[in-house]
């Protein structure tokens, strides 16, 4: 049973294209979901989200949670081609749980 | 951010060999670390959580006896495959978190691509 569900599973656009990638859930109790990018290797931490409805931003990344409605999204405008990557969505459940979604795998053509 | 410093990055061996994977912390203590496995196109499966000075907390499904790990000092970790068979073969990727109270996030070395011949 998939306690973390990502899509679309993959996605193709072209540079300057803007992006939505969206994250569910089951978990209402949880402390924290958060976001990574992951290119070649390890992935790299983008957002952690811990309130309903405020908006994390960073650059051309933004990252909000619903909490009501038990989803989050990852907004990326002006994408460019660097930012081709799987994207991952995690939930925190308890201290040491940590839940992954399949990821997104982003391809952003020239 | 944190540095998790994770080695070998790509490692080759023949059947019935055994492979060590080191995770250390760089600047910070780690109390807690995570073996995560992950498959072509699939996401991270969780194998085990170990905590510093006593015995990991495995998964269902992952064997404790074939998948080691040592999590000695407050800096590393290790996860030693023993008798690996082909169908070992997988990316493996340790992680991370501080102290409690300090930081939820998790800090992801940069994996180790494992290929039994």
């Known amino acids: 049973e998939d306690k973390v569900v990502q899509s679309p599973l993959s996605l193709v656009v072209h540079e300057g294209d803007t992006v939505t990638l969206n994250c569910s859930y089951e978990v209402t109790n949880f402390r924290s979901l958060l976001w990574y990018k992951q290119e070649k290797k390890a992935p790299t931490f983008l957002f952690m989200l811990t309130s309903s409805g405020i908006e994390k931003k960073s650059g051309r990344l933004s990252s909000i949670l619903d909490k009501k409605e038990l989803f989050s999204i990852l907004n990326i405008t002006a994408t460019q081609t660097g930012d081709s990557a799987v994207y991952l969505c995690a939930l925190n459940y308890n201290f040491n749980k940590f839940y992954f979604g399949s990821g997104t795998k982003l391809n952003v053509k020239p | 951010g944190a540095v998790v410093s994770q080695h070998p990055s790509r490692v080759i061996c023949k059947s019935g060999t055994s492979v060590k994977i080191e995770c250390r912390s760089l600047d910070f203590q780690a109390t807690t670390m995570f073996w995560y496995r992950q498959f072509p196109k699939q996401s991270l499966m969780l194998m085990a959580t170990?905590?510093?000075?006593?015995?990991?907390?495995?998964e269902q499904g992952v064997e404790k006896d074939k998948f080691l790990i040592n999590h000695a000092s407050l800096t590393l970790s290790t996860l030693t495959v023993t008798s690996a068979h082909p169908e070992d073969s997988s990316f493996y990727i340790c992680?991370?978190?501080?102290?409690?109270?300090?930081?939820?996030?998790?800090?992801f070395g940069s994996g180790t691509q494992l290929s039994v011949l």
């Open positions: 992680s991370a978190r501080d102290r409690p109270g300090i930081g939820e996030k998790l800090f």
């Open positions: 170990s905590n510093e000075g006593s015995k990991a907390t495995y």
